[in-house]
């Protein structure tokens, strides 16, 4: 089966410590994407990368950091700098920055 | 600044129409119309996208208006699997890039 796997589903970490948060895809997709999303509140885009070796902050990068080594692993690395780290995070990909994207079930980070 | 604007929360009865309204009064000629949805602690769900004309797929049908300021999203017949969050965003240029702008979303509660 094709899709975009995120793991893992709940996590938990001290303040003051980075966490990353891995994504997945085997839909052979160039694009890929991660949002942040707060309780009661639609998603904020984080970073993107639109092909291998590059990647584009979004609106909320700070205290956040990716890489795109290889097509298919988008991992998002939440650094001690984030303030407000605990929510809700989303990994996507597209085959393209025009077409719908395909969403990952999601990682819940709770700082403690 | 490109922005979506819908109601909080709906209802509707099952095996009834549902139309869910979205303003977007700040839309530029460029930036395509989508919708998602998104059912609780999982991923958004594409539902479809239009430019200007009105679209159908087998899951909904978008009415655009002809100014393009607004536009609804139509479920023909609402099944409790339809209870959903469901977001209206603009796919907006920045740059040489483009980002899918997302709103709080309407929160549909389908009634047995």
């Known amino acids: 089966d094709g899709g975009i796997t995120q793991s893992p589903k709940y996590l938990f970490r001290k303040e003051g410590q980075n966490v990353t948060l891995s994504c997945e895809q085997n839909l052979n997709h160039d694009a890929m994407y991660w949002y942040r999303q707060d309780p009661g509140q639609g998603l904020r885009l984080i970073y993107y990368s639109q092909i291998v070796n590059d990647f584009q902050k979004g609106d909320i990068a700070e205290g956040y950091s990716v890489s795109r080594e290889k097509k298919e692993s988008f991992p998002l690395t939440v650094t001690s700098a984030q303030k407000n780290p605990t929510a809700f995070y989303l990994c996507?990909?597209?085959?393209?920055?025009?077409?719908?994207?395909?969403f990952g079930p999601g990682t819940r980070l709770t700082v403690l | 600044d490109a922005k979506t604007t819908q109601p909080n929360s709906m209802e509707s009865n099952e095996e009834e129409p549902v139309h869910l309204p979205c303003n977007h009064s700040t839309i530029s000629g460029t930036d395509y119309i989508h919708w998602y949805r998104q059912l609780p602690s999982q991923g958004p769900e594409y539902v479809i996208h239009g430019l200007t004309s009105n679209v159908n797929n087998r899951m909904a049908s978008l009415a655009i208006a002809e100014d393009r300021k607004s536009s609804t999203l139509i479920l023909h017949r609402a099944t409790l699997r339809d209870a959903a969050v469901y977001y209206c965003?603009?796919?907006?240029?920045?740059?040489?890039?483009?980002?899918?702008?997302w709103g709080a979303g309407t929160k549909l509660i389908i009634k047995p």
């Open positions: 996507a990909s597209s085959t393209g920055p025009y077409n719908e994207q395909f």
């Open positions: 965003i603009l796919r907006h240029r920045m740059d040489s890039n483009y980002q899918l702008i």
